[in-house]
C-alpha cells in the first residue's frame, strides 16, 4: 500500500490553488496524490462535442425547481464558468458585528487581502484602474474592459459606485490565452480566453512530485484515533485505500460533506446551510443610447445596493450589466441596440433546512434539499422594483421588464462551514477540520455567509491561505 505526503480530493479551483501554494513550499522528495472522478476533456473536445465534460454530474435533487450545476474532470468547473472575479467587500465578512444578522466569517478582509491579490495575479484578472470598491494592496493585472454605452451613464453618475467588472477574462492576449472575444459564450469559451485551470495550471499536474490518478471516484476518508490515515477511492470498478500524512478534501460544496459523511465524522452541522445568491434579470429599453461597445461578455458592475445599514434588514445587492447580443438585441427597426440588460444579485442567509445528506435510497450518491431562499433574500428582491427608477435615472428609460426569480447562479457555498468554535462550525479559520486535525477542507462549501459577489477568487484566495498556513503553523 503506497504511502503519500498528501491525497488531495478533486482538480477544480480549490484543489488547484492549493497545490500551487503546497508545491511551492515543499521540497523535491514529496508525493502527492490527486484524485479526480473525471477525465481530462481538451478544450478542443470539449467544443467538437459541445459539452464540458464527459463524466455526468450525479446527485439526487429532492428540490429541482432549485439546480445545482457543477461540472466533472480535470479543471472542476473552471471548464464552464463565466470567470467573473470581484473580491468580497470586507463588511461581507462581519454581518453579525457589523449588521446584526448572520455570523463573522473567522478571517477578515486584511487577512484575505496578499491572497486576493495573488489569485488576481495567477488569473490575469483584468479590473477597473481608476479606484475600487474594495481596499487593494496594488492595482489589477489587467487593464479593464471598455465599457458600454449604458455604462458610461451609469458611471457618470455613480463614480464611487460604479465600475467595470474585474474578470478573469483578459484585456490583453496572455502566454496561454486570447484576448476575450466578447461573444457572450462564456462557459464554453470559443476562444480559450477565460482562466480555466486546464489552460493554466495544467503544469501542477505534470509535476514529478504529483501522481494524479484520473477516473478515480473517493469513496471516503479513512481514520484511526483521531487522524486521517488516507483515502479509500475507486478506479476500475476496484475498491483501493492509498495512505497519506494529510488528506485534504477540494470537491463542491455537495460532495465535500458527503465524503465526510461517509467517513463517519459526524457534527451537527455537517451538510446544513447550503446557499448561494438570489438573483433576477431586468430587460430596459432604452431611447437613443446604443448599448453592445464593450470588450467582455459583463461589462459594468454597479454597488449602488450594495453595503449599508439596509443590510440589517434586507439582503445587499450588486448588479451586473450585459453586453451581448442574445441579451441587448431589440428587434425594432431602429433601436436594435438601444437595450440594456441587467442582472441583480442578492446576498442570502443560510438556513439549516437546505442541506445535503447521504442518499437512504441510493447511498453511493448524495441527496441535495434546499425547499427556498430566506425571507431575509426575498425582502431584497421585494425592494426592486421601488429602488430600480432612482438606479436608472441616469439612463433614458423607456421600459422595464422583470424576468422571474433565477433558479441558479451556479454558486454552491455552505455545508462545511469555517469558524472559530468546533461546535458550531467543521473547520477552522486555515481549514482544518476541528476534530481530525491533518484533514483539511477547502473551497466555497466553507462559506459561513453568503456575500452578493461570486465566489470563485475568494475560495481560490482562502486555498493559498491554507497552504501558506500550513507551513507557518
Avoid at 431562499?373 to 422595464?400: C, F, M, N, W
Wanted: neutral net charge; contains cysteine; hydrophobic residues 35%.
Amino acid at each position: 500500500m503506497e504511502k503519500f505526503d498528501v491525497i488531495i480530493i478533486g482538480t477544480g479551483f480549490a484543489s488547484s490553488f492549493f497545490l500551487h501554494g503546497y508545491l511551492s513550499r515543499v521540497g523535491k522528495q514529496a508525493r502527492i496524490l490527486v484524485l479526480e472522478r473525471g477525465k481530462d476533456d481538451s478544450h478542443q473536445w470539449q467544443l467538437k462535442h459541445k459539452r464540458k465534460s464527459s463524466t455526468p454530474a450525479k446527485t439526487i435533487n429532492e428540490t429541482p425547481d432549485k439546480r445545482w450545476p457543477y461540472y466533472i474532470g480535470l479543471g472542476g468547473t473552471s471548464r464552464a464558468w463565466v470567470a467573473c472575479t470581484p473580491r468580497m467587500m470586507p463588511n461581507d465578512l462581519q454581518l453579525k458585528s457589523k449588521y446584526g444578522i448572520g455570523v463573522d466569517w473567522p478571517v477578515s478582509y486584511d487577512e484575505l487581502e496578499q491572497y486576493y491579490t495573488e489569485a488576481e495575479i495567477m488569473m490575469a484578472v483584468s479590473g477597473p484602474s481608476d479606484n475600487y470598491p474594495f481596499p487593494r494592496s496594488q492595482p489589477y493585472p489587467q487593464p479593464p474592459h471598455n465599457l458600454n454605452g449604458p455604462d458610461k451613464l451609469l458611471k457618470q453618475a455613480y463614480p464611487d459606485l460604479y465600475f467595470q467588472q474585474p474578470t478573469a477574462r483578459p484585456r490583453i492576449a496572455t502566454a496561454n490565452r486570447s484576448a476575450c472575444c466578447a461573444t457572450g459564450v462564456c462557459t464554453l469559451c470559443p476562444a480559450d480566453a477565460k482562466f480555466t485551470i486546464q489552460n493554466e495550471m495544467a503544469h501542477l499536474y505534470q509535476d514529478a512530485r504529483v501522481n494524479l490518478m484520473l477516473e478515480t471516484e473517493a469513496l471516503a476518508v479513512e481514520t484511526e484515533g483521531g487522524q486521517a490515515t488516507g483515502v479509500r477511492y475507486k478506479q476500475n470498478g476496484k475498491e483501493q485505500v492509498a495512505k497519506a500524512d494529510l488528506v485534504v478534501l477540494g470537491a463542491n460544496a455537495i460532495f465535500n460533506p458527503y465524503l465526510l459523511q461517509r467517513s463517519s465524522l459526524t457534527h451537527p452541522l455537517l451538510g446544513k446551510r447550503l446557499h448561494e445568491q438570489v438573483s433576477q434579470y431586468v430587460k430596459i429599453d432604452l431611447d437613443g443610447v446604443d448599448n453592445f461597445q464593450g470588450s467582455t461578455m459583463i461589462t459594468g458592475h454597479g454597488y449602488m445596493l450594495y453595503d449599508g445599514p439596509h443590510r440589517s434588514k434586507h439582503a445587499a445587492c450588486i448588479i451586473e450589466n450585459f453586453n451581448v447580443p442574445f441579451y441587448t438585441l431589440r428587434l425594432e427597426r431602429g433601436k436594435w441596440r438601444q437595450r440594456a440588460y441587467m442582472k441583480f444579485i442578492f446576498e442570502d442567509l443560510p438556513s439549516n433546512n437546505n442541506y445535503v445528506a447521504v442518499s437512504e435510497k441510493s447511498p453511493h450518491l448524495p441527496k441535495v434539499v434546499h425547499p427556498n431562499h430566506s425571507a431575509y433574500a426575498q425582502r431584497g428582491l421585494d425592494t426592486l422594483p421601488e429602488v430600480l427608477p432612482k438606479i436608472l435615472a441616469p439612463l433614458p428609460v423607456e421600459d422595464v421588464t422583470f424576468s422571474s426569480v433565477n433558479d441558479t447562479e451556479g454558486h454552491i457555498q455552505g455545508t462545511t462551514i469555517m469558524g472559530n468554535d468546533p461546535k458550531t462550525s467543521i473547520v477552522d479559520k486555515n481549514l482544518i477540520h476541528h476534530q481530525v486535525r491533518n484533514l483539511m477542507v477547502l473551497g466555497s462549501s466553507v462559506f459561513p455567509t453568503c456575500s452578493p459577489a461570486n465566489p470563485t477568487l475568494t475560495l481560490s484566495a482562502l486555498s493559498l491561505l491554507a497552504a501558506d498556513r500550513l507551513f507557518s503553523s
